[in-house]
């Protein structure tokens, strides 16, 4: 038995059926129950709970990994992008689906990303930089997304996400003067390597504590959408970060307040060492926009034009009718999660290999060759190149001093407080006294090399007389 006369509960942020956008705040502008189209039944009276697994979300693909499309499947819309039924969109898919600049623009940022990856992956074994993390694998999400978006709307991301900075124009040399800290550094060195930010680029600086950026994401495209200047901001982060509560509360606010935001997940199969599978029991992240009465697609993210044509018609969604799109791209992090991880000890070389096997960059590259907009020759002077190019710009940014002592206690306060004037006081105390342990803030207080050179031999002679237990002053003694 079934009742199919009304439907609820109602989200207060459906759209009239009219079309027409709801004030904010204005419940009595919102659809009533019998105003929204019964879709099934609604009352039952028999017994029956439902796990979700009704719905088995599909994965959009468009690429075959020898670079031969997929024919396009129906339905094929006219692009109109439904304000009032959100219960299916279809636009339209383009004939050639990267026009020819693009594409190549996107190659070649996915190619400079791998080689930044190995360059600097390479580097901090040899002891030159702290710390990095790799995108590796997952260039076709990063990349592909951060091509459909307008240079104005905003990129904010989790950490691994170099690529879509790269896109947007962030030169080698500002990679790596965030990497090492130095005085061209915009955040003054004070973050690890890979807190990558810039505000003329409309990309958030990187913020380590997982899912930060997914609650400022729905705020800030609130603002976007107060400003009515047709912009959209993307989030992008891990399936791992979908756990914390930032992301509900996140995803509630923005299907609640009508939004123009795209909730990107990388779903590259690992938390650090857990793996998806012991993350989550339902059938990842795409189905949890439900909850929200959000739109949600899934695509395969090794696949550069499914997510790119899934960003672009995410962000039509988005921009058009005011209403937030989660994205799922199902990719794999090829490398360790960090230069602090070491993968052989949580999961096999067989499983690494199935997936290198589905290379995002090697994919793309079989569509550009098949297109004869790529060769063998260009691969190889473009990877010399960047491999060039990254190695000349780490070099400038190992030289550059690092950022003033004083800029330590700057920007939080319009004058520092007596303790932190204090705290800088100290710091500058102990590198007078041992300079040579802190060359480069010692430089920075004027400290030259010969300098540093007499503390070093002036610190070593008095390390050794203490070893030989004769008197630190010379032998006089009270
Ligand atoms: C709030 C918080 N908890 C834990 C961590 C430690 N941590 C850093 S990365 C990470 C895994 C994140 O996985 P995912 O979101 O899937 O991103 P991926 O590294 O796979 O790209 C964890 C647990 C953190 N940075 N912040
Ligand atoms: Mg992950």
Known sequence: MSDT????????????????????NDLTAMPTADQIAPQGPTVLHHLAFMT???????????????????PVDAPQGQGNVSQGDQSQVSLPIERDPIE???????????LFTRVLDERMLAAQRQGRLSFYMQCTGEEATV?????????????????REQGALAWRGFSCDEFMNQMFGNERDYGKGRQMPIHYGSRDLHYMTISSPLAT??????????GQKLAGKGQCTITIFGEGAASEGDFHAALNMASVHRVPCIFLCRNNGYAISTPSCEQFAADGIAPRAFGYHMQSIR??????IAVYEATLAARKIAV????????????????????????????????????????????????????????????????????REVLESMKRAEKLAPPALDTLISDVYDTPTPLLTQQLEDVKQHIRKYPHAYPK??????????ELEDSRKAYQERQQRMQSHQPVDGGQTS
Request: hydrophobic share 30%; with cysteine.
């Open 143 to 159: 990349i592909g997304s951060a091509a459909a978006l307008q240079d104005d709307d905003m990129i904010m991301a989790q950490y």
């Open 5 to 24: 006369t009304t439907r609820g509960p109602v989200s207060p942020g459906t759209a009239p059926p009219d079309g027409s956008q709801p004030e904010l």
């Open 213 to 222: 950026q997914i609650p400022q994401a729905t705020g800030y495209a609130y």
């Open 100 to 110: 020819r600049d693009t594409a190549l623009k996107i190659y070649r940022t996915m």
């Open 441 to 450: 803030g010692a430089a920075s207080m004027g400290f030259t090399a010969q």
């Open 52 to 70: 979700g697994d009704e719905l088995c979300i599909p994965i959009f693909k468009r690429l075959r990994q020898d670079g031969t499309l997929y």
């Open 320 to 387: 058009e009718t005011n209403q937030p799109v989660l994205i799922e791209a199902m990719t794999y992090r090829l490398a360790a999660h960090s230069s602090s991880d070491d993968p052989s000890g949580y999961r096999s070389k067989k499983e690494e290999a199935i997936w290198r096997d589905k290379d995002p960059i090697l994919r793309m590259r079989n569509w550009l060759e098949a297109q004869g907009w790529w060769s063998e020759e260009e691969e190889k002077t473009t990877g010399d190149q960047l491999r």
């Open 299 to 304: 695509v395969d993210g090794n696949d550069v």
